[in-house]
């Protein structure tokens, strides 16, 4: 059995860790709608959540930027 070039690992192990930080943001982002869909529940309004989310790269990689936005919470 051959082993891989080590530049493929690398890059292997890069696109992993990429994708474990994605994963990680979508759930952050499903983890604050469900907290936003609650919180308007309780207030008994509706649950509209708009999220927009902006994919891009940095230096040193990938990141997701997100903004959400809170119903109106009519106090």
Do not use: C, Y
């Not at 709608?33 to 309780?42: D, G, H, L, P």
Request: net charge positive; charged share 30%; aromatic share 6%.
């Amino acid at each position: 059995m051959s082993k891989m070039p080590a530049q493929k690992q690398h890059f292997d192990k890069l696109l992993d860790l990429q994708l474990q930080r994605k994963r990680a943001s979508i759930r952050k982002i499903n983890a604050e709608t469900r907290k936003i869909k609650a919180e308007a529940k309780w207030l008994k309004k509706p649950a509209t959540v708009a999220i927009q989310v902006h994919e891009g790269k940095t230096g040193d990689g990938s990141w997701l930027g997100v903004l959400i936005e809170r119903p109106n919470q009519g106090f």
